[in-house]
C-alpha cells in the first residue's frame, strides 16, 4: 500500500483500541483492493483507475460504517456485529460497478485541490470521463433489444465509436434522418438488475445490525445512496427531469438544456440533443478573461439556486464533466441522472434549516430536525456549535454585500474542514437529503474555485428564493 | 417407383422444416420421429435415409442455423474490429440464429458436441466444431496471433464458446439479456489474456 493511502486511512480511522475488528476490516479490504497486478492492458488499467478511487471512496464510507459502530452494546451484539460488518463491506469490495458512485464522491474531492495529494487528483481527474467501453457489436446488439433495430438502420449517421463516457454505461454521437445532431447515451446491459439486487443483498445484511441510534441513521443514508444508484438506471426518470429542467430555462439564451427524444428512447436508452462546447479544464486552457469566468460562475451558481427553489431538484453532480462552456457566454447542462427531487417533507425541512433564521429555539429545532433526533433528546454542545460553524460557512456568500470571491482558497478549504472535522467527530448524523445538498453546494463552490469566480451570491440568492413559490 | 433427385431434395426439405416446427413447439424429446414424418408426408422409416437418428436430424437444423450465423458475422464485419469484438460478434450472430430452436437446443447440443459423447454421435457435432474453429483461427489469424498459438487455444476457446452456448440456454434474463454480459466479458478475458501472451 502506498505511504499516502496509509496516511490517508490512519488519519481518518482514529478511534480506541477496543474497535479493532472493524478498523482489520477496513485496513484488510484496502490492503486487497491494492494489490491489484500492475496493468499491462487497457481493460486491466481501467480496472486499476477505477479502484484507486474505489479504495478512497471505501475508505471513507468505511469509516463511516464503522464510526457508527460504537460503544455500548453487550459482546454478543458486538460479535454479531462485526459480522455482519465484514459482509457489509465484502459486499461493497465486489459491486465493481460501484465506481460509478464511488466516482462522484471521488469527483467531489477532486474539485479541492488542497486535500487531497496531488496524485490522487490526477488519477480521480481523469475518472471524470473514462469507464470502460462497449464494443460496436455489443452495443448493436442491446440497441435492437431495446429500440426494435440496429442503430445504423434508426439513425442517418451512427458513430460507433463513444465519444463520452456515462457512469453506467457510454454515449454516442448520431445524426437523425431529420438531420439534427444528437447524443445518445446507453446504458451497460444488466447493470440496473445487478444494482438493484446487490442493494437488496445489502440492505438485508445491515438490516439485522444493533446500534446506536447514530447507526439507524447511517443505514438510511445507505438506503439513500442505493436506491439513488437505482434512480440513476432508469433513463426515463432522468429523460422527465430533462424536460421540466429545461422549462426552468426556457427563455434564456444563456443556458442550454438538451431536448430528449422519447421516440429513440427506453429505459437504457436516451436521445438527446448534441451539444458541442469545451469541458472547464479544456475551458480554462483559453486563458479566459477574468469577466467571463466570472460570468460563468454566477451563472452556475444561478443554475443551482433555480433548479433548487424553484424546480425543487437538486443537481447532486456539478462536476466538470457535466458543463459545456462556449466562447459567447452559453453553458450547456448535461447529465441529470444524479439529481434528488425533492420530497414535500424535505422541502418542508430545506425551507426550515436553510430559511433565514429565527428565534434560538427555532434554531435549535431546525439543527435537531438536520440531524434527524427527537426534540427531547439531547445533543452536546460541541456538536451544535459544530453544525452552526457549518451553516455560518454555507450562509456567508449569501450574506455577503457586494462580489464574493469564490477564488478565495480559504473559503473552500474551511468548508471542506468542517465536514472533515465533522466526520471525525462522529457529527456523522443527518437526514439523507443532506447528502445531496452539500453535494451541490461543494460542487458548485469548487467550480466557482476552479474558474476563479467573484460575483454578487446575496443578489442571485434573493432573486432565485424569492422567485419560489413557496420558499 | 424411382424417386427423381429433386423429389429426394425436396423430401428431405420436409422432413427438415416439420421437426423444426414439432422441435420448436413440442421439445426435442418429446417429438418422435414418426410424428416427423406424418407431418412431413413420408413414411415413418424413410426418415432415416436421410438422417441416421432423431439427433442428426435436429443437429442438421441447428448446424444450419450456425452456418447462417457464420456467414452473417463474416458480411456484417466492419474491418476495425479489435479481437474481443470479433469473437464476441462470431458467437453472437451463431446465438441469434440459433434463437428459435433455443427451447430444445441444449438437449441436442448436450448430445452431439459434448466432449463425453459416444463417437457414433459426434459426427454432426464434430462438423459444426470444425466450421465453427475454422472462423476462429481466421479471426485470430487477422489479429496477428501466430499460427502454434491458434492450434492450442482453439481446445481453451472451445471450451469456453460450450460454456456460454450453456449459459444461454438456461438463460431465464429477458431477452437473454445476461448472456450477452458473460459472452462480452468471456471474450474480453481470453482476447486479453492472448495479448499478454504475445
Known amino acids: ?202 440492505m438485508t445484511i445491515l438490516s439485522p445490525m444493533r446500534f446506536t441510534d447514530d447507526w439507524e441513521n447511517l443505514k438510511r443514508q445507505v438506503e439513500d445512496l442505493c436506491q439513488t444508484l437505482e434512480t440513476e438506471t432508469d433513463y426515463c426518470e432522468e429523460a422527465a427531469r430533462l424536460q421540466r429542467v429545461g422549462r426552468l430555462f426556457e427563455g434564456d439564451d444563456r443556458v442550454i438544456v438538451p431536448r430528449f427524444y422519447p421516440e429513440f428512447s427506453t429505459r437504457r436508452v436516451l436521445t438527446m440533443d448534441y451539444l458541442d462546447g469545451a469541458h472547464l479544464d479544456e475551458f480554462l486552457t483559453t486563458d479566459p478573461p477574468a469577466a467571463l469566468r466570472h460570468f460563468y460562475g454566477e451563472l452556475i451558481y444561478r443554475i443551482s439556486h433555480r433548479m433548487l427553489y424553484t424546480g425543487r431538484v437538486v443537481y447532486a453532480d456539478p462536476h466538470p464533466g457535466n458543463y459545456l462552456f462556449h466562447n459567447d457566454g452559453r453553458l450547456g447542462l448535461l447529465d441529470f441522472g444524479c439529481c434528488r427531487d425533492l420530497t414535500t417533507e424535505e422541502w418542508d425541512y430545506f425551507c426550515q434549516v436553510h430559511g433565514a433564521p429565527g428565534s434560538q429555539e427555532h434554531h435549535l429545532k431546525a439543527l435537531k430536525r438536520s440531524m434527524e433526533v427527537s426534540d427531547s433528546r439531547p445533543v452536546s454542545p460541541q456538536h451544535i456549535f459544530h453544525v452552526e460553524e457549518f451553516c455560518r460557512w454555507f450562509r456567508e456568500p449569501r450574506q455577503f454585500n457586494g462580489d464574493f470571491d469564490f477564488g478565495d482558497e480559504k473559503y473552500l478549504g474551511h468548508g471542506f474542514n468542517l465536514v472533515t472535522d465533522g466526520v471525525r467527530r462522529g457529527y456523522v448524523r443527518s437526514k439523507p437529503v443532506n447528502t445531496w445538498l452539500l453535494r451541490d453546494l461543494f460542487g458548485i463552490c469548487a467550480l466557482a474555485f476552479r474558474l476563479g469566480a467573484r460575483f454578487n451570491a446575496k443578489a442571485i440568492f434573493e432573486e432565485e428564493s424569492s422567485a419560489s413559490p413557496a420558499y | 417407383m424411382r424417386i427423381t433427385a429433386q423429389a429426394k431434395v425436396e423430401a428431405r426439405e420436409r422432413i427438415v422444416v416439420s421437426a423444426l416446427r414439432l422441435f420448436a413447439s413440442n421439445g426435442f424429446s418429446r417429438t418422435t420421429t414418426r410424428e416427423i414424418a406424418e407431418a412431413a408426408g413420408v413414411a415413418s422409416g424413410t426418415i432415416f435415409n436421410y438422417f441416421p437418428t432423431k439427433e442428426s436430424l435436429a443437429m442438421a437444423v441447428i448446424g444450419g442455423a450456425l452456418e447462417d450465423g457464420e456467414r452473417n458475422f463474416l458480411r456484417r464485419r466492419r474491418g476495425d474490429e479489435e479481437l474481443a469484438e470479433d469473437l464476441f460478434a462470431h458467437v453472437l450472430e451463431g446465438l441469434r440464429k440459433l434463437k428459435p430452436h433455443r427451447r430444445y437446443a441444449g438437449e441436442v447440443l448436450e448430445k452431439a458436441m459434448s466432449p463425453f459423447t459416444s463417437p457414433e454421435l459426434t459426427d454432426d457435432g464434430g462438423r459444426v466444431r470444425s466450421a465453427h474453429l475454422k472462423t476462429v483461427s481466421q479471426v485470430l489469424a487477422w489479429h496477428g496471433i501466430s499460427p502454434t498459438v491458434v492450434v492450442f487455444v482453439s481446445h481453451l476457446y472451445w471450451t469456453l464458446y460450450l460454456g456460454v452456448l450453456a449459459f444461454w440456454v438456461n438463460d431465464s434474463s429477458k431477452k437473454q439479456e445476461d448472456t450477452l454480459v458473460v459472452l462480452d466479458q468471456s471474450m474480453r478475458l481470453f482476447a486479453a489474456a492472448l495479448a499478454e501472451d504475445e
Open chain 1, 1 to 202: 500500500m502506498s505511504p499516502d493511502l496509509q496516511h490517508l486511512i490512519s488519519g481518518l480511522t482514529q478511534g480506541s483500541p477496543a474497535e479493532a475488528s472493524p478498523r482489520d476490516a477496513l485496513h484488510q479490504l484496502a490492503s486487497v483492493l491494492a494489490q491489484r497486478p500492475i496493468p499491462v492492458g487497457r481493460m486491466m488499467r481501467s480496472r486499476t483507475i477505477c479502484s484507486a478511487q474505489s479504495r478512497i471512496a471505501l475508505t471513507y464510507l468505511a469509516y463511516w460504517l464503522r464510526h457508527g459502530y460504537a460503544g455500548d452494546v453487550g459482546e454478543k451484539e458486538r460479535c454479531l456485529n462485526e459480522t455482519h460488518l465484514s459482509a457489509a463491506l465484502e459486499l461493497f469490495s465486489t459491486m465493481s460497478y460501484l465506481r460509478g458512485a464511488f466516482m462522484k464522491v471521488g469527483q467531489l474531492l477532486t474539485n479541492y485541490p488542497n486535500v487531497l495529494p496531488v496524485q490522487f487528483i490526477d488519477t480521480l481527474k481523469a475518472l471524470h470521463f473514462e469507464a470502460p467501453p462497449m464494443h460496436f457489436s455489443l452495443l448493436r446488439e442491446f440497441v435492437h433489444d431495446e429500440l426494435g433495430k440496429d442503430p445504423t438502420d434508426i439513425f442517418e449517421t451512427f458513430e460507433t465509436k463513444a465519444f463520452a463516457a456515462a457512469s453506467l454505461g457510454q454515449v454516442h454521437r448520431a445524426r437523425l434522418k431529420s438531420g439534427q445532431m444528437v447524443a445518445i447515451k446507453i446504458q451497460y446491459p444488466n447493470v440496473g438488475r445487478t444494482i438493484r439486487e446487490d442493494s437488496k443483498n445489502l
